[in-house]
T-cell receptor
Framework: AQSVTQLGSHVSVSEGALVLLRCNYS??????LFWYVQYPNQGLQLLLK??????LVKGINGFEAEFKKSETSFHLTKPSAHMSDAAEYFC????????????FGKGTLLTVNP | DGGITQSPKYLFRKEGQNVTLSCEQN?????MYWYRQDPGQGLRLIYY???????QKGDIAEGYSVSREKKESFPLTVTSAQKNPTAFYLC???????????FGPGTRLLVL
């Protein structure tokens, strides 16, 4: 079984400040990890993903995440928040092989204050 | 442009009524999925299909039905047996053997 915990259902930052959204996972096998972003009343957009190889993954809109196996974490960061980053962010885990099932975290709502 | 379309954007259901949500993709993806999203609960898998004419139940399939007669289409029917249908429904698709799922814009279902 696999699970995802996103620490903090709501994170608030000032424009220009560091964004850090935390995600911890549990998986009995090497995981595939994703971050998706959702703007109000829209579908989910892929920000970045980790499958194998380099543990620091760069995504769209200046976001990046680091896979830390020893800490079972995949935290999402951005050096400088922009107003347009305000959205809900989902950390997602799945496992290798033919299993298609994704396990979603409950989401973190990011607010950016001017 | 390649992508996933869902219609309608908003759907209203009366008591005892079945309603069907449309999902179409032109990405030539083999697998398609339906998720339900409720506030504070993330996304939960309703049904998924890896190939035409085959589909499997997800975690919350009760009260829902699907069909996969064409590769590009995966409609979801919310039946009258689903007692709490008010939610945001998201369709997704992925390539065979790859894990990345791409999502449509969603349909919001409301009960009158």
């Amino acid at each position: 079984a696999q699970s995802v915990t996103q620490l903090g259902s709501h994170v608030s930052v000032s424009e220009g400040a560091l964004v850090l959204l935390r995600c911890n996972y549990s998986s009995s096998v090497p995981p595939y990890l994703f971050w998706y972003v959702q703007y109000p009343n829209q579908g989910l957009q892929l920000l970045l993903k980790y499958t194998t190889g380099a543990t620091l993954v760069k995504g769209i809109n200046g976001f990046e995440a680091e896979f830390k196996k020893s800490e079972t974490s995949f935290h999402l960061t951005k050096p400088s928040a922009h107003m347009s980053d305000a959205a809900e962010y989902f950390c997602v885990v799945t496992r290798g092989g033919s299993n298609y099932k994704l396990t979603f975290g409950k989401g973190t709502l990011l607010t950016v204050n001017p | 442009d390649g992508g996933i379309t869902q219609s309608p954007k908003y759907l209203f259901r009366k008591e005892g009524q079945n309603v069907t949500l449309s999902c179409e993709q032109n990405l030539n993806h083999d697998a398609m999925y339906w998720y339900r999203q409720d506030p504070g609960q993330g996304l939960r898998l309703i049904y998924y299909s890896q190939i035409v004419n085959d589909f499997q139940k997800g975690d919350i399939a009760e009260g829902y039905s699907v069909s996969r007669e064409k590769k590009e289409s995966f409609p979801l029917t919310v039946t009258s047996a689903q007692k709490n249908p008010t939610a945001f429904y998201l369709c997704a698709s992925s390539m065979e053997g790859l894990k990345t799922q791409y999502f449509g814009p969603g349909t919001r279902l409301l009960v009158l």
